[in-house]
């Protein structure tokens, strides 16, 4: 049994995503981020970033959402959410996991997080310089889909997507949201239509897109 610790859309809407594909018996557990429920004692013994998601496997807390993904498909070698161990799709999947981690994943945190910079709010200058390094890698993924779509992997669909949709779902307020580049649209359009990202927005109770 899971028990994932959440806030609606944040990056642990990738795990539950991805809880929801592997058709497992979890709990939800929702922390409301802007009345500090992160900050709380109990959940900081849990995850001392104070971030979510917090995973609980078998009772033993787990975080960062690029670690959970991997560690779910090891935990269930058997599904379709990431290509078998020692392939060399899986070590695209591999890359594109960590790549999405440490490329689009932290500016997201810049933007929504100016504390994170010493900043009440980010000045128009440093905003427009994320957003402009946010539109690199959006060019960058959308010219591998492009060649190698529909999916990050070609035609299977991955957890790599289902992070990648939940990223791009991110910048839907941006200047240039990530829908703005076909291959990466069509991508969203494919995930939107799997039961997974309809249940997980009625769990988690968010709009549309
Ligand atoms: N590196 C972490 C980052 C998680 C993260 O920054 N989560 C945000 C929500 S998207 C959060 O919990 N923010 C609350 C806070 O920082 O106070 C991961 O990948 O799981």
Redesign the pocket.
Same mark, same amino acid.
């Given at each position: 049994m899971y028990t994932l610790y959440y806030?609606p859309g944040? #990056?642990?809407m990738a795990v539950h995503l991805a809880l929801l594909e592997l058709g497992v018996p979890y709990r939800l557990e929702r922390l409301d981020?802007k009345a500090g429920a992160?900050?709380a004692p109990a959940y900081r013994a849990l995850n001392p970033?104070?971030?979510?998601?917090t995973l609980l496997v078998e009772g033993h807390p787990r975080?960062?959402?690029?670690a959970l993904l991997i560690l779910l498909a090891e935990r269930h070698p058997q599904s379709a959410l990431a290509p078998a161990p020692g392939t060399d799709a899986r070590a695209a999947w591999l890359q594109w996991l960590v790549h999405l981690?440490n490329a689009p994943?932290p500016l997201f945190?810049l933007l #929504?997080?100016p504390a994170d910079l010493g900043a009440e709010r980010h000045a128009p200058e440093t905003r427009a310089a994320l957003e402009r390094r946010l539109e690199a890698c959006w060019d960058f993924i959308d010219a591998h889909v492009t060649k190698a779509g529909p999916y990050l992997l070609g035609a299977a669909c991955t957890s790599a997507d289902l992070l990648l949709a939940m990223l791009m779902r991110w910048s839907r307020h941006a200047p240039r949201p990530a829908t703005a580049w076909p291959a990466l649209a069509r991508l969203a359009d494919l995930v939107r239509t799997r039961p997974s990202w309809r249940r997980v927005h009625e769990l988690e109770g968010l709009a549309a897109w």
């Open positions: 806030a944040a #990056a642990s981020l992160q900050h970033h104070g971030t979510v998601p975080s960062e959402t690029i981690g994943m945190r #929504a997080y």
